[in-house]
Each structure stands twice: as structure tokens, then as C-alpha cells.
Nanobody, 121 residues
Framework: VQLQASGGGLVQAGGSLRLSCTVS????????MSWHRQGPGTKRELVAH???????NYGDSVKGRFTISSDNAKNTVYLQMNGLKPEDTGVYFC????????????????WGQGTQVTVSS
């Protein structure tokens, strides 16, 4: 199972970026996917989370600015980031919760490689 994230880059404050993350190599679709970020010298934190039923929740610092969505048929999750601030700078990681590939009932977490987002002031 692999997660491939893309869409990061350098943007000025107030600008927008759209991140994408696609799951491949899994015989099951994720039951949930999420975005996390880690800024310089900080711990990794939850940015946004979405279930396969479409329920979402967001970190307090991004509410009203970021929107998470998914295309279940493509096993892809998106993060639309508007009104970016310098404090949004960091490496953004996607995560997927996917059922045991051997058919068991356990779920496991898989992480993507991260994509850098840099917001200049």
C-alpha cells in the first residue's frame, strides 16, 4: 500500500493551494483519510479528517480556511487551503486507515511521504 501526496509549493500569504493524496496497491478502500502537518520545531498535528461517509473535522487553526474532500472511487483525498498564513508552513502528510490486506478485521494506518508547503509573508 502506498500513499502519494502532491500539490505543495511556495505561496504568498493570503494565497491558496490544493493538496492531493492517492492510495494505491490496496485491495480495500480507506475507511478514513486525513491530513497532518509538521512545522519547523513543532509536533505533527491533525489538520483535517474525513470518513468514507463524508464526515469531516478540522484542527482549530484551519477551520473556515481549509476544506477536506475525497473521491472514494479514486481513493483520493484533497485539501483545499485558502487564506494561507505563514504559520501554515510545514510538511503536510496524508494518512489512510485501511483494513488488513490479508482480510482480517483490523485497520492499519498508512502514511504518505509528505509535501512541503511554504507560505511567505
Amino acid at each position: 500500500v502506498q500513499l502519494q501526496a502532491s500539490g505543495g509549493g511556495l505561496v504568498q500569504a493570503g494565497g491558496s493551494l490544493r493538496l492531493s493524496c492517492t492510495v494505491s496497491g490496496s485491495i480495500f478502500s480507506p475507511n478514513a483519510m486525513s491530513w497532518h502537518r509538521q512545522g519547523p520545531g513543532t509536533k505533527r498535528e491533525l489538520v483535517a479528517h474525513i470518513t468514507n461517509g463524508g464526515s469531516t473535522n478540522y484542527g482549530d487553526s484551519v477551520k473556515g480556511r481549509f476544506t477536506i474532500s475525497s473521491d472514494n472511487a479514486k481513493n483520493t483525498v484533497y485539501l483545499q487551503m485558502n487564506g494561507l498564513k505563514p504559520e501554515d508552513t510545514g510538511v503536510y502528510f496524508c494518512k489512510a486507515n485501511i483494513r488488513d490486506q490479508d482480510g482480517g478485521f483490523a485497520y492499519y494506518e498508512y502514511w504518505g511521504q509528505g509535501t512541503q508547503v511554504t507560505v511567505s509573508s
